[in-house]
């Protein structure tokens, strides 16, 4: 669908694009690949472990691709104290942005004075050093709610808690909530259209959305844009914005055809024949 792809242009997408780099078993080489594919597709951000922060600075000097990491990651029960200093480390190697996950387990508790605190110490690290804050949810383990509230009212209490306690953006998941259910298997679900619209409208204009988890294809990007959110976790980047590129040339080559013309007649000009 050219007609889509083109209702953004390629630096609005790839600008969106946060590219992961958090799987358990990456390698070092692999860390290097991914950066240098951030570098080439320009994408807004790498997100890493905390440990690599430094190498990825050496090797994206000199781009406009920003360094993120991850703080409390996957599962977010590390002390308080913990994460800020964990953040503090990040920001002395040269992380911009911080991508935090609450404590859900104090969040499904209705331990909201603690979440908050919690969030706030992350932020106020953060932005001591110029870096900018990310709150996930992990929605997954949100559906059916807690505390008394429905799964809808749950995640716009932390939309609000975050935003008082200095959040930057409201992120859905980690990409690794998985959800272990009544068979035994595992689900995921990740970015919803559903959340993505709640978070938005739970949040103020200051408070950005980002998406993570399951935005696999170009069309699920742009999915994304129209629904609000300004960032998207990605680990298929390369396809997404190759995509995006494939598309582009086709609709220019459809313009070109039907656009161009011969004389006709009488000096009137009538279009190649499609």
Request: aromatic fraction near 6%; glycine fraction near 10%.
């Amino acid at each position: 669908m050219p007609d889509q792809a083109m209702k953004y242009t390629y630096d609005q997408l790839a600008q969106m694009i946060d590219h992961s780099l958090l799987h358990p078993t990456l390698t070092d080489q692999e860390l290097e690949d991914g950066c240098r594919l951030a570098a080439h597709y320009r994408v807004a951000s790498v997100c890493l472990k905390p440990y690599a922060v430094k190498r990825a600075v050496a090797l994206l000097t000199g781009t406009d691709v920003k360094i993120g990491t991850v703080i409390g990651f996957p599962h977010g029960h590390s002390r308080t104290e913990v994460k800020r200093h964990e953040t503090e480390l990040a920001c002395e190697d040269g992380a911009m942005e911080i991508d935090m996950v609450i404590n859900i387990g104090k969040a499904l508790s209705g331990d909201w004075d603690y979440v908050e605190r919690d969030i706030q110490a992350v932020c106020d690290e953060a932005h001591r050093h110029g870096a900018k804050v990310k709150v996930i949810f992990e929605n997954d383990y949100l559906t059916h709610g807690g505390a008394g509230l429905s799964g809808d009212d749950f995640k716009r209490r932390l939309c609000r808690i975050s935003e008082r306690a200095g959040a930057d953006w409201v992120k859905t998941s980690t990409g690794y909530g998985f959800v272990k259910g009544a068979d035994g298997n595992y689900s995921y679900q990740g970015a919803t259209e559903h959340d993505l619209r709640l978070m938005r409208d739970a949040c103020s204009p200051k408070v950005q959305v980002k998406a993570a988890g399951g935005v696999r294809d170009l069309d699920g990007l742009i999915t994304v844009r129209d629904l609000g959110a300004t960032r998207c976790g990605a680990t298929a980047t390369a396809a997404m914005l190759d995509e995006y590129r494939r598309r582009a040339a086709a609709e220019k080559a459809g313009a070109a055809t039907s656009g161009a013309a011969i004389p006709a007649t009488g000096g009137h000009r009538r279009p190649f024949p499609i």
